[in-house]
T-cell receptor
Framework: AQKVTQAQTEISVVEKEDVTLDCVYETRDTTYYLFWYKQPPSGELVFLIRRNSFDEQNEISGRYSWNFQKSTSSFNFTITASQVVDSAVYFCALSVYSSASKIIFGSGTRLSIRP | DVKVTQSSRYLVKRTGEKVFLECVQDMDHENMFWYRQDPGLGLRLIYFSYDVKMKEKGDIPEGYSVSREKKERFSLILESASTNQTSMYLC???????????FGPGTRLTVT
């Protein structure tokens, strides 16, 4: 069975601080895909990144970076120099090759950035 | 940019009514999905479709049906709405299996 765990239910930091959102996944498939989504207060889920299981390179996009480590089954997301606009619920998700139409979402981490 | 649109942002219906939620995507995606999102329960998959006229049950299909007559349109049907179907409904599409899903703005349905 597949599972995604986001142990941090809520995080609150002051603007300009760095913050890391943790994601731990479980699967026995060797081919799988990992995702991060952002859900701002408006409600629409916004796709941020997709990684496949064969690509462990870290990714950086502006203030966002992702650390994928198969050894610890983790796919953590870091926001550098956080801004108020980063306030949202962030979801980590997993899709496995054997049932790749379905995405399993974590329970989400609510991030609040205080000015 | 991928665009997924949903017919209504807010909808109020009475118990027992038949409810149609419409979703349209404009990127020729093969797969389409319906989720509901409830506080404390996260996103739960209701149904998905990987081709026209094809559908598969998700995790919570009871009380719902779907229709996909055209590739770009995926409808969620509540045959007889009940108060426990009050929720945020999210539609999504993806190019192929294993690819990221793109979501619509959501429909907040209230059944009274």
């Amino acid at each position: 069975a597949q599972k995604v765990t986001q142990a941090q239910t809520e995080i609150s930091v002051v603007e300009k601080e760095d913050v890391t959102l943790d994601c731990v996944y479980e699967t026995r498939d060797t081919t799988y895909y990992l995702f991060w989504y952002k859900q701002p207060p408006s409600g629409e889920l916004v796709f941020l990144i997709r990684r496949n299981s064969f690509d462990e390179q870290n990714e950086i996009s502006g203030r966002y970076s992702w650390n994928f480590q198969k050894s610890t089954s983790s796919f953590n997301f870091t926001i550098t120099a956080s801004q108020v606009v980063d306030s949202a619920v962030y979801f980590c998700a997993l899709s496995v090759y054997s049932s790749a139409s379905k995405i399993i979402f974590g329970s989400g981490t609510r991030l609040s950035i205080r000015p | 940019d991928v665009k997924v649109t949903q017919s209504s942002r807010y909808l109020v219906k009475r118990t027992g009514e038949k409810v149609f939620l419409e979703c349209v995507q404009d990127m020729d995606h093969e797969n389409m999905f319906w989720y509901r999102q409830d506080p404390g329960l996260g996103l739960r998959l209701i149904y998905f479709s990987y081709d026209v006229k094809m559908k598969e049950k998700g995790d919570i299909p009871e009380g719902y049906s779907v229709s996909r007559e055209k590739k770009e349109r995926f409808s969620l049907i509540l045959e007889s709405a009940s108060t426990n179907q009050t929720s945020m409904y999210l539609c999504a599409s993806s190019l192929l299996s294993g690819y990221e899903q793109y979501f619509g703005p959501g429909t907040r349905l209230t059944v009274t």
